[in-house]
């Protein structure tokens, strides 16, 4: 037997109840990537064998995957995406096509929807390649800007751009000796592809600021979701560059054109989080797993394991049933479903897919379906482009000013009212007329507000206190969500909301971005609600062990200021460690993946890794930072509506005040909207500051500090009071 050791980084992990040879058509099998320590290859495990070390296929001969052994369960999984079955027979024919080009160096496009496991794949082809000893790095290409993009593959040295205070290498050169997975490669910018040949052509890469070609010996696989041809065609895609990738190219079935691989998919994502949530007793009923069998899956893999994930987390009963099998594809498969009992799978294209989608809506007689149809169109290009209107536009081929049409229209924003249109309050409360109850205005002002899913706001979203009495006095609140601090400043200067709340870094940012905000309010101090999280095992004991690390953050967020105090406790600077910008949602796998060392993250995502038993709280901010929370107005619609302003603090602060003297009840009740389990929330609620006051002196020089060390580190251009920004309206 063949033993095939794994890198440092990125433990390959394959393990076959029957291993293939090449050219052979394989037996059915999983490839895990979480378990083992070592790969092995070239010869078969008979029934009750070992498979290798952590794996036991006793039992297991007749479905043909194998399983875990108790002592590998309890292991933590190196990185998230786990289960890569070839059990439909053609993913069986996928793995011999797999196993025939993993032992060359031949590039490999794989070509395959979101979530169908393209970079699962890319680690398999690389666990049974020769350079299997050698790193494994995956970079996507979608997350990187226009100006970093260059520096982030190639690498830059010390002083060829603002901020450029050392020398470092770039992915290529990280990858030296292994494999380099380009995910998104549809996503580069133009001016980088060019650059891209040329290193696949020449072998070797030029650091940014530098003449120096350094020789490069990493294979390149490359991943899209997208038609690279017709990219090709539309010009945004070079055709040369298309021909190098796809030396070798790989398509990856949706999973629905593969529904053998459904149940053992199904079993593994219940085993896996029904452990991890500590609810062991739970199983998958015939009439759920037949239910997973007939859904389309549009968002394959992924949709497939979080649908498993809500239905362990919300399930009440030991057995997981239909009605707790939560999909978000409405009526898949009704129609066919009674003619011949199997659901017909979708088609491939755009437009066959909303044919069939809509032939099935009409066979069922669902209403309304062109005003659903426009709907889901827009909220979901929206919630894609993360709130940014101009790339949510641009995705749907619309202008941005027809988007925020479709988006009015939809309740997700305002109407933009001109500057001084608003109507005194005195004419807009008319008489009051039938079916509105007495007091109330026939016609309301529009006050829309901005929150995050994580943050205090929703809390007084699902309230729904304010809004009855905000309609008592003239207004009508509508509600928009944002991924982050940052993404509702960038609202409020737009008059897309009047009305924030957020941590101590997004207002600093607005305001030196000239931002028109007025402070109208804070909460107490919550130092320990963030923190810096590391894996349960890694060798860091002190934030002074991050020098030349990564770290993932929200850049602008409440946590930078938090990073930045954290790193001056041990004479560091954001210098001192490489910095990589992640929406919170990512950053805990690629924290889990290796592909970060640390993340810095505030409640209730921090309390929700905090449960877990695989990563660990390098340190919070106690002794470093207050962590206030801030709630922030537009400045004409704070002096123009004090009285709602006054209405909003006082609303923040009983929401607060329940969440934090009742946690474990608000927990229950707000687990299933939020996606987080209880224990995580009741947590998050205990560490709750609430009682929203005007900011007094010492709540100004604090964040007054904020801004100075900022400016100080060269993250602001220039300088700002925050004094100026304190709304000098009064409240009650």
């Known amino acids: 037997m063949t033993r095939i050791p794994p890198s440092d980084r990125w433990p390959a992990a394959t393990a076959f109840d029957d291993a293939p040879r090449l050219g052979a058509v394989p037996s059915s099998c999983r490839f895990d990537a979480a378990a083992l320590p070592s790969v092995a290859v070239g010869q078969g495990a008979g ?9 036991d296929a006793a039992g297991y001969g007749q479905r043909r995957i194998v399983a875990f052994d108790p002592a590998s369960r309890g292991r933590k999984p190196k990185i998230r995406a786990t289960a890569m079955v070839f059990e439909d027979p053609q993913s069986q024919r996928l793995q011999a096509d797999l196993d025939r080009l993993a032992p060359s160096d031949a590039t490999v496009l794989i070509i395959g929807e979101t979530g169908t496991g393209k970079e699962l794949v890319s680690r398999y082809i690389h666990s049974r390649s020769r350079r299997a000893d050698g790193p494994f790095v995956a970079v996507n290409c979608g997350a990187f800007t226009d100006t970093l993009a260059e520096a982030e593959l190639f690498g830059f040295e010390k002083g060829a751009f603002t901020g450029a205070l050392k020398t470092q290498a770039g992915w290529f050169e990280a990858a030296h000796g292994g ?89 593994h994502f219940l085993d896996l989080h029904k452990e991890r949530l500590g ?48 999909q978000r594809c409405e009526g898949h498969g009704q129609s066919q479903g009674r003619v011949s009992g199997v659901a017909e799978p979708l088609p491939c294209d755009v437009e066959g897919v909303v044919k069939a989608l809509v032939a099935r809506a009409i066979a069922d007689g669902e209403p309304d379906l062109y005003e659903r149809l426009v709907r889901t169109a827009v ?124 941590g101590e870094a997004p207002p600093v940012f607005a305001q030196a971005a000239g931002v028109p905000l007025v402070y109208v309010g804070y909460d107490p101090p919550a130092p320990n609600a963030e923190a810096l999280l590391v894996r349960r095992d890694s060798p860091y004991r ?22 930045l ?22 950053a805990l796998e690629a924290l889990l993946d290796e592909m970060v060392d640390a993340w810095a993250i505030w409640d209730p995502l921090l309390s929700s890794a905090q449960i877990r038993d695989d990563t660990r709280v390098l340190t919070d901010g106690s002794g470093l930072v207050p962590n206030h929370q801030f709630y922030l107005a537009n400045q004409n619609f704070a002096d123009r509506n004090p009285e709602a302003v006054a209405i909003l603090l006082d609303e923040v602060g009983k929401a607060g005040e329940y969440a ?73």
């Open 47 to 55: 029934r009750g064998e070992s498979c290798g070390p952590g794996i």
């Open 179 to 267: 494999t380099l997975l380009l995910d998104e490669i549809g996503d580069l910018p133009p001016a980088l592809q060019v650059k891209l040949l040329r290193v696949l052509q020449e072998r070797e890469v030029v650091r940014v600021g530098s003449r120096k070609a350094i020789p490069i010996d990493v294979r390149v696989i490359a991943a899209t979701n997208v038609d690279l041809e017709a990219a090709v065609e539309a010009r945004r895609f070079r055709e040369d560059l298309y021909f190098r990738l796809n030396v070798a190219s790989v398509r990856l079935a949706p999973l629905r054109e593969r529904p053998g691989d459904i149940p053992p998919l199904a079993e």
């Open 279 to 326: 609810r062991p007793e739970l199983s998958l009923s015939a009439e759920a797993l037949r239910r997973l069998s007939h859904c389309p899956w549009p968002g394959n893999i992924r949709q497939l394991e979080n649908v498993l994930h809500n239905a362990v987390l919300l399930a009440p009963g030991p057995e997981i049933g239909v009605d707790d099998v939560r």
């Open 379 to 502: 909220r979901s290009a929206f919630e894609l482009a993360e709130g940014n209107q101009m790339r949510a536009a641009e995705s749907l081929g619309m202008t941005r000013n027809a988007f925020r049409t479709q988006l009015a229209h939809l309740g997700a924003i305002a109407p933009r009212r001109r500057p001084g249109a608003a109507e005194p309050v005195e004419e807009r409360l008319s008489k009051p007329s039938s079916p509105h109850p007495a007091g109330l205005p026939t016609r309301l002002v529009d006050l829309p507000i901005g929150y995050q899913k994580f943050g205090t706001s929703s809390i007084l979203k699902m309230r729904g206190a304010v809004e009855q009495r905000l309609a008592g006095h003239g207004y009508r609140v509508t509600w928009t969500e944002f991924v982050s601090g940052p993404q509702m400043m960038d609202a409020l200067g737009s008059m897309q909301v009047e009305f924030v709340a957020t």
């Open 542 to 563: 002190s934030t002074a062990d991050l020098r030349g690390r990564t770290v993932a953050l929200h850049t602008g967020s409440n946590v930078h200021y938090f990073l």
């Open 565 to 586: 105090r954290a790193l001056q406790a041990y004479g560091l600077t954001l210098d001192d460690v490489r910095i990589v910008h992640m929406q919170p949602a990512a």
């Open 660 to 732: 934090a003297l009742h946690a474990a009840e608000a927990a229950r009740s707000m687990t299933q909207d939020l996606g987080i389990a209880a224990p995580a929330l009741e947590l998050a609620f205990s560490r709750l500051t609430y009682g929203a006051k005007p900011l007094d002196d010492r709540a100004v020089r604090r964040q007054q500090a904020v801004a100075d060390s900022f400016h100080a580190s060269g993250l602001l251009k220039s300088s700002i009071s925050v004094r100026e920004a304190v709304w000098s309206g009064a409240w009650a």
